[in-house]
């Protein structure tokens, strides 16, 4: 009696199949090799993905202060050259005053849009694709 074929979806050969009789058990190094598959499955592609994630974040943190820096350093030279009051005399001191109190603001705006939850909940649901 001859064993019955099978079919394989991927290629469409035909593959003989194991008699019933014979368990095919996988033998230790089959198990070690696919646990250390599975362990680096699990570790390494959420590592990878939590790398890129924090290299656009820092990359968007770099474009953001350099670009923060230029805008307040422009503030500071239009009003040193356009208010004529504050380039000279003992209120020289007041177009510094003033681009520190815009950067406090601008930096009390960013900390407030950061929430706790929704970085959290970002997290999470990378995790689940």
């Known amino acids: 009696m001859t ?4 079919i ?5 050969a035909h593959t003989a199949r194991a008699s019933s009789t ?3 058990s996988p ?5 070690v090799e696919l646990v250390k598959t599975y362990a680096k499955q699990e570790t390494l592609g959420p590592l990878k993905g939590a ?3 924090l290299a656009m974040g820092a990359a968007g943190a770099v474009a953001l202060g ?4 230029l805008i307040l350093l422009g503030l500071l030279r239009l009003l040193q050259t356009e208010w004529d009051r504050s380039a000279r005399g003992n209120l020289s001191w007041l177009a510094y ?18 929430k706790r939850d929704s970085l ?3 997290l999470n649901d990378e995790r689940t694709k």
């Open 3 to 6: 064993s019955p074929e099978r």
């Open 8 to 12: 394989d979806p991927a290629s469409g």
């Open 22 to 24: 014979a368990t095919a």
């Open 27 to 31: 033998s230790i190094g089959d198990v």
């Open 51 to 53: 790398g890129r994630w």
């Open 66 to 69: 350099i670009g923060g820096v």
């Open 97 to 114: 005053l003033i681009v520190l109190v815009v950067a406090a603001g601008l930096i009390a705006l960013a900390v407030s849009r950061i």
């Open 120 to 122: 959290a909940q970002r």
